[in-house]
Structure formats: C-alpha cells, structure tokens
C-alpha cells in the first residue's frame, strides 16, 4: 500500500504499460483518473480494475482535454499528487518516407502531450509536493535506426524530465523518466515496413536473457517505485528497464 491516501492521473490507460500502471497503483491504494483516445477501452479498463477508478477519453495532444482530466481528479478528490504520462505512439520506417504529418502526429502526442499534461497539473503538484514519472524509452538515450521521430520524442521527454526535476526541485516536486527497452505490448506488435533493415534495429534490442521483451508488469514495477516515498530522494532520473540495451 505504498500509494494508499494518493490522487494519481495515468495516460494511457487503455491497454499495455498504462493499463499494468493502473492496476498495480490500484493495488498499491492510490485513487485514480486514467485517460486514453480508446475510450471504450479505457471505460473497459476501469470496470476491470475496480473501484476508485475514473476513466476519461483523452487526447493527450488536445491541451483542452488534458487539462479537463486534471479538472476532474480535482472535482472527484480534491487534488493530484501522482502524474504518470504513459500515453505513446510508435512508428517504425525509413527517414525518406517520415513526411510531416507523420512527424507531427507522434511528437504530438509521445512529448507536446507531455508537456501539457506536466503544465496542466504542476499547481496542484506544487501545492501537495507530488510527482511525475514520464515514460520515454532507451531510445531517449541512445539512437534507434528507423525509428528517427519517435526517438527524437523520447529525447525529448528525457531532456524535459531533467529541466523540470531541476525547475521545481526547491518546491518539492519530484520529476522523473523511465526508458524501457522492448516491452510485449500491442504497440510493439504492429507489423513493421518491410523496407527497413530490422537486423541493425535489433542490435538496440535487450541483452538480457537473450534479448528477451520486458512484460509491461516490469515497466509498471519500476514507475511504482518512483512514483513512491521510496524514492523521496529520486529526481532528474532517466531509469533503464531496457536489459542492458543502453549499457555499452
């Protein structure tokens, strides 16, 4: 019970790493509001998961929307004291082919949808001494071939994590990243273009137990802990879960 007495806001909720990270902060006692784009799949989710659960439809790169989450934890409970964004977009392909659109859409939602959700509840986060924990990837640290738009979102909300951990460290707000390597997840799964050279992708891959995925279980282990008192001391984190990935 680790977050028992806790208000906490999960983006991404409907499935994956966001879903693990709202039942294990259901589990560990925290209160929740989880938001995805799938409502249906995230009302699904919230039914699943029990009570003190409220889904909302979110579109994390609609900064009206972000804010009416943050509205609704206030209205529902008085106040926010966990931010987890969680929600993200993949897309695998060739530089050539990563036209505008396709840029704009995934930095829209995996670090503009950061951003406002950051902007849209630091007040409540100042005033109760709360905390976020972002969800980047290795490949916010290190580069991924044919991966150029997502991998310069997630450079992004590591660099963001670290001017805000610094930003509002004297008010007592705690900001930190987790960058995992390959998760099983649905997102994953989708079939990448065929033009590419996927062994020179794998090369980034987990060196541990012969490149095994993370389960999203394992990603949601590491964001309980820094979303806990446990790591009162934790800011400014980029925190591998990647087996090795960004290692050497």
């Given at each position: 019970m680790r977050l028992?007495?806790?208000?906490?806001?999960?983006?991404?909720?409907?499935?994956?790493?966001?879903?693990?990270?709202?039942?294990?902060?259901?589990a560990e006692g925290a209160k929740l509001v989880i938001g995805d784009r799938n409502a249906a799949g995230v009302e699904d989710a919230a039914r699943g998961i029990g009570q003190g659960v409220t889904a909302l439809a979110l579109d994390?790169?609609?900064?009206?929307?972000?804010?009416?989450?943050?509205?609704?934890?206030?209205?529902?409970?008085?106040?926010?004291?966990?931010?987890?964004?969680i929600a993200g977009?993949?897309?695998f392909g060739?530089?050539?082919?990563?036209?505008?659109?396709?840029?704009?859409?995934?930095?829209?939602?995996?670090?503009?949808?950061?951003?406002?959700?950051c902007r849209?509840?630091?007040?409540?986060?100042?005033?109760?001494?709360?905390?976020?924990?972002?969800?980047?990837?290795?490949?916010?640290?290190?580069?991924?071939?044919?991966n150029s738009v997502y991998t310069a979102s997630k450079h992004g909300?590591?660099?963001?994590?670290?001017?805000?951990?610094?930003?509002?460290?004297?008010e007592g707000v705690r900001v930190?990243?987790?960058?995992?390597?390959?998760?099983?997840?649905?997102m994953l799964h989708e079939a990448p273009p065929e033009n590419i050279d996927w062994q020179m992708v794998m090369r980034s891959a987990s060196w541990l137990d012969s490149g095994a995925m993370a389960?999203?279980?394992?990603?949601?282990?590491?964001?309980?802990?820094?979303?806990?008192s446990e790591a009162r001391r934790i800011t400014g984190a980029a925190f591998t879960v990647d087996g090795g990935q960004t290692a050497g």
């Amino acid at each position: 019970m680790r977050l028992e007495g806790k208000i906490a806001l999960v983006t991404g909720a409907a499935s994956g790493i966001g879903l693990a990270v709202a039942k294990r902060f259901a589990a560990e006692g925290a209160k929740l509001v989880i938001g995805d784009r799938n409502a249906a799949g995230v009302e699904d989710a919230a039914r699943g998961i029990g009570q003190g659960v409220t889904a909302l439809a979110l579109d994390v790169a609609d900064e009206a929307s972000c804010q009416a989450m943050v509205d609704r934890a206030i209205s529902l409970h008085g106040g926010v004291d966990i931010l987890c964004n969680i929600a993200g977009v993949l897309d695998f392909g060739r530089f050539a082919d990563v036209d505008r659109t396709r840029w704009d859409r995934v930095i829209s939602v995996n670090l503009t949808g950061v951003y406002q959700m950051c902007r849209a509840v630091m007040p409540q986060l100042i005033e109760r001494r709360g905390n976020i924990v972002n969800m980047a990837s290795a490949a916010g640290l290190v580069g991924v071939p044919y991966n150029s738009v997502y991998t310069a979102s997630k450079h992004g909300v590591v660099g963001l994590t670290r001017a805000l951990a610094l930003e509002f460290s004297k008010e007592g707000v705690r900001v930190n990243a987790v960058c995992p390597g390959g998760v099983d997840t649905p997102m994953l799964h989708e079939a990448p273009p065929e033009n590419i050279d996927w062994q020179m992708v794998m090369r980034s891959a987990s060196w541990l137990d012969s490149g095994a995925m993370a389960t999203p279980d394992d990603i949601a282990d590491a964001v309980t802990f820094l979303a806990s008192s446990e790591a009162r001391r934790i800011t400014g984190a980029a925190f591998t879960v990647d087996g090795g990935q960004t290692a050497g």
